[in-house]
């Protein structure tokens, strides 16, 4: 009788993994239909402007949050079968470094008015039979980042993903169906 039990235990579990296969699958599916590529890193301005590394948060480290984000965003403004592949050709974050304040500051992100994010990126929207609906290039720039609310928010990188967002929101307003 026990192993009974055990036997339909164990098949219930097998047609829980095989019922959740087909979910993963369309999960992996519905990312891959974003992709985000990126410049070289050394040729990158955040790059080029801090050689000497300072702050806490790596070009790796960045690269990858920021490519989330937009993969986040996008997928949510897809249609289905549509597909977004994205450049990153350049990027500065919001705010920056002033040495001149001394060693005990070197690692400090000034947040001025004259260090607003900017991002030059290149994307290409392509439908479910693999024709492009549109490409461009979109020079992202959010000038007034520090008159704009934002949430009690510590994300340190806060500025750049709302510069993504908004460029989201605004460039594919209309192409869910």
Request: aromatic fraction near 8%; charged fraction near 35%.
């Amino acid at each position: 009788m026990a192993t009974k039990q055990v036997f339909h235990g164990v098949m219930a579990a097998f047609a829980m993994v095989f019922a959740a296969e087909p979910t993963m699958a369309a999960e992996a599916n519905a990312a891959a239909n974003v992709t985000v590529a990126w410049a070289p890193t050394d040729t990158l301005s955040e790059v080029k402007q801090n050689q000497t590394r300072r702050g806490w948060l790596r070009p790796e480290d960045w690269k990858k949050e920021l490519a989330a984000e937009l993969n986040k965003r996008a997928q949510a403004k897809l249609s289905p079968g549509q597909s977004l592949e994205v450049t990153i050709d350049d990027i500065k974050l919001a705010g920056d470094y002033e040495p001149w304040h001394g060693p005990d500051a070197q690692d400090i992100r000034f947040m001025k008015d004259i260090y607003p994010p900017r991002i030059d990126l290149h994307y290409k929207l392509v439908d479910a039979d693999g024709r492009t609906i549109r490409e461009r290039e979109s020079k992202l720039r959010d000038l007034s980042y520090l008159q704009r609310v934002v949430p009690t928010d510590t994300d340190p990188l806060r500025y750049d993903k709302r510069l993504i967002d908004d460029w989201i929101r605004r460039e594919f307003r209309d192409d869910k169906a």
